[in-house]
Nanobody, 124 residues
Framework: QVQLVESGGGLVQAGGSLRLSCAAS????????MGWFRQAPGKEREFVAS????????YYADSVKGRFTISRDNTKNTLYLQMNSLKPEDTAVYYC?????????????????WGQGTQVTVSS
């Protein structure tokens, strides 16, 4: 069993930055690929970024490429999402997720464990 807890969300003006963290517990984390998803009110949950177990392979949604950076520190059992040049369209609840595989995945059905989410609001 993997337990995930996100933090770092908040309210920021357009063009600003936030860094989200996801603290993980459970032995599965050491070999689990992980990802970030987001869900805005009235919309489907969408893929944001993913990273493989060793951290040497990443993938980003086109909407955030060049602005967001996903990383992980396995010694701290923590996943990060650095969010720069934020836009109002980035406003959503952000979720971290883990899967019982080393490989990157971009759809939510491929993930087995989810955090509770953290709210990110970008004002214009």
């Amino acid at each position: 069993q993997v337990q995930l807890v996100e933090s770092g969300g908040g309210l920021v003006q357009a063009g600003g930055s936030l860094r989200l963290s996801c603290a993980a517990s459970g032995r599965t984390f050491s070999s689990a690929a992980m990802g970030w998803f987001r869900q805005a009110p009235g919309k489907e949950r969408e893929f944001v970024a993913s990273i493989n177990w060793s951290g040497d392979n990443t993938y980003y949604a086109d909407s955030v490429k060049g602005r967001f950076t996903i990383s992980r520190d396995n010694t701290k059992n923590t996943l990060y999402l650095q969010m720069n040049s934020l836009k109002p369209e980035d406003t959503a609840v952000y979720y971290c997720a883990a899967r019982a595989s080393h490989l990157i995945a971009t759809i939510q059905d491929d993930y087995d464990y989810w955090g509770q989410g953290t709210q990110v609001t970008v004002s214009s």
